[in-house]
Structure formats: C-alpha cells, structure tokens
C-alpha cells in the first residue's frame, strides 16, 4: 500500500513539473497562471530547497543591519541554521549555527554579541568563527581546526547575500543589468527604519506572485496604493534576463499613499522620470524590493513547509527623506502603519489562494499583461527544476 501511494505521489509531482515545463515555454502571449500543485506538493518543496535556496543567494538583510561590531541574525536557508554577523569593519561573515560540541543551536534572533556563546556548554566562539573557550575539557582536547563551517557572503548595492553552495557563481555579474537600471537610486546609501519577522500562511511561490504583479493593485489596494500608483500606469522590463524580473510603478504627481505629506527627494542624481517611477524588483529566488527616491520596502523569504512562509521585511529610508526629533519618528510610524495595512490587504488573498490550490477545480486561467513577472518566474523555476525530472 505504501509503495503504491509512493507511486501515485511520484506521478503527481512529475505531472507537475511536466504542466510547469509546459506552460514556461509557451510565448508570453499565451502564458497562463501557474500549475495549483506546484503550490501543495511536498517533493516539490524537497526539490525546491535542495536545487534552489540550498544553491541561490539569498538576501538575508543590509549592509547596515551588520554595521556595528558583533551585530547579528540568526536565520536558517534551505532548513540550514545560519548566523549572520558584522565585524564593524565593513566584513560581513555567515556561519552554521550550530555548535561544534554537541549541535546545540547557538543564537537567536538579531542582537549584538562580542563572541558567540552556546548557551549548552558554554563553547564560545570568536567573530570569525574560531573556538576560543571550552571549560572542563580534558587535556587531549585540541581546539586547533574547530570552528564554525562558514558560507560565502556577497554585498550588492548594499544588500547582503549569503550562498550555502561553495561553488556558485558570484552574484554581482548575474544583476549587472539590474545595477545599471537601479545606479542612480544609489540603494546602498538607504538606511534602515525598521525590522519585522513573520510567518504568512502562503506558500512562498504565491506570495512572490503576489508581490510582483500590479493586476491586483485597482482592486485589492484600491484605497491605499492604487490612487498613487494606479494600475494603469504600470510598465514591464522586457530584458531582464535569467537572474531576476522586474516593473515600474509611476506616481500620481502629488498624491501619496505612505502618509499625508511628500517626503523629501534628496537624491540629486535621479532624472525627472526616476524621481516619479517605483521599480518593483524579485531578485530570484525570493528577494522581493519596490525602490522609490525615498524609501525601500523589502521581503526576504524562506519556505516553512508547502503552507507557511518565514518572512523577514523592512523598510529604508534614503538620507534626508525622514526628518529627525519627533517628526522623523511620526514619520517611520505612520510608514510602519501604511505597509502593515498594505500586507494585511494582501493576506487573506494569498493565503486563500493557497488553500483553494487543493481543490480539484484549481486550475491556471490565462495571465494578463500586467502578469508579466510571474511569466518570467514561471521560466526560473522550469529551469531550476524541470531538468531534473524524468517525465
């Protein structure tokens, strides 16, 4: 019985990833929503963490997140604990965090810390990985060679990218085009207002759907973006390339939707048009940006299963578009204020969508123009995955 169910789970994932093949290479023309089970099957999900976030960079935060001495994050890529921590040198390191005694976890959460401490047995480490204390040891206990197995670390244009896969390609060729688009933004010098860490009940695919078509934006942000950035006035790259995908919100001139006042253009290298366009940006696999001249609001996310998704969000502002004293602080609140009620629009959707993905009735309808960049993820994951299918 159970290897006939085995069977019948390994027909349905192939089929699967037969309707993914399928439909990425249809002409965009004709491109339809994505197949509902690649959002429910569990080996798709196996497959998914092995060949995709095990392999990818991952955006894990900013350069200014890691700024000072010691600061941290504790996170996990692909289901693989990960320490995240700045030397305030401007080095950005990544470790396992795991202990190399007795596999306790060794931090949690963001923070700052001088050595990393297991909280077990107290092995303490340096912040460079290397073990520096271990009491009641024995006298042939050598702490030569032990340390914390270490992952590669790439800062682009401020953001911080971490690769569990020693051989991987460096990221900064693979988003050249998309440097020259973003240049005059200069993203690396927006600094952080805040952090937030959650877990949606979507699928992560889902939700970077949601993120990166402005279809919906007339109707489910209809009184909170879509009077700033209508629908209407929405514009797809078609040159993006294989490494990520992208559209261009424009404004309404004079009409906001973060709060009641304009905020400051401070950067003098924007062109008329930059300073009224809002690049919305999903750097594959689940790097997810909108850039404007005075903020950016940003989502890194990591599966939690095939319906739970661990979201880690903020929002950064560019120098001299938040006042300082109380006003700056009003300011950042009402932002906060704005962009949880934008992502609380979009909950319930993404989550029903998930939950209506079992349904034997779900099925992918025809995509509209304005779902240009799901096309475009459709093509990444057919890559990413497909080649390893024996249909």
């Avoid at 935060?61 to 693989?80: C, K, M, S, W």
């Avoid at 919100?249 to 006042?261: F, K, M, S, T």
């Avoid at 366009?277 to 095939?306: D, K």
Wanted: net charge negative; glycine share 6%.
């Amino acid at each position: 019985m159970q290897d006939s169910q085995s069977r019948i789970r390994a027909t349905q994932t192939s089929s699967a990833l037969y309707a993914l093949n399928e439909q990425a290479s249809l002409p965009l023309k004709d491109a339809r929503a994505m197949p509902p089970a690649l959002y429910a099957d569990e080996a798709i999900l196996d497959l998914e963490l092995e060949h995709i976030f095990a392999k990818q960079w991952c955006c894990v935060g900013r350069v200014q997140d890691f700024a000072r001495t010691g600061a941290y994050l504790a996170t996990e890529i692909a289901g693989e604990p990960v320490i995240v921590v700045g030397d305030g040198g401007g080095t950005i390191r990544a470790f396992s965090n795991i202990c190399r005694h007795r596999s306790a976890r060794l931090l949690e959460g963001c923070g700052e810390t001088k050595r990393i401490v297991c909280p077990y047995h107290a092995w303490t480490y340096d912040l460079e990985g290397q073990l520096q204390t271990f009491t009641f040891m024995g006298e042939n206990f050598s702490p030569n060679g032990v340390c914390l197995p270490a992952f590669r670390t790439e800062i682009w244009h401020g953001w911080v990218y971490v690769n569990l896969d020693a051989g991987a390609d460096p990221i900064a060729p693979q988003l050249q085009h998309l440097g020259e688009i973003l240049g005059n933004y200069q993203m690396a010098s927006y600094r952080p207002l805040f952090r937030v860490d959650e877990i949606w009940d979507t699928n992560w695919k889902i939700l970077i759907e949601n993120f990166t078509e402005p279809y919906h934006f007339f109707i489910a942000h209809k009184d909170t973006v879509e009077p700033a950035l209508p629908t209407r006035l929405t514009r797809h790259d078609d040159d993006c390339g294989d490494h990520f995908t992208m559209f261009r919100q424009y404004r309404v001139p004079g009409v906001a939707y973060e709060y009641d006042d304009d905020m400051a253009v401070a950067n003098d290298l924007l062109s008329e048009e930059e300073r009224g366009m809002y690049p919305i940006v999903n750097v594959f696999p689940a790097h997810i940006y909108s850039v404007s001249p005075e903020r950016i609001f940003w989502m890194s996310l990591q599966p939690s299963g095939t319906r739970q998704v661990r979201v880690h969000w903020g929002l950064d502002a560019y120098p001299g578009s938040i006042p300082d004293g109380e006003e700056g602080d009003k300011r950042i609140a009402d932002l906060r204020v704005a962009f949880d009620k934008i992502n609380a629009e979009d909950k319930g959707i993404v989550q029903d969508i998930r939950r209506n993905a079992a349904s034997q009735h779900a099925s992918p309808g025809a995509l509209s123009p304005k779902e240009r960049c799901l096309w475009d993820f459709q093509k990444y994951l057919a890559r990413m995955l497909c080649a390893l299918n024996e249909y």
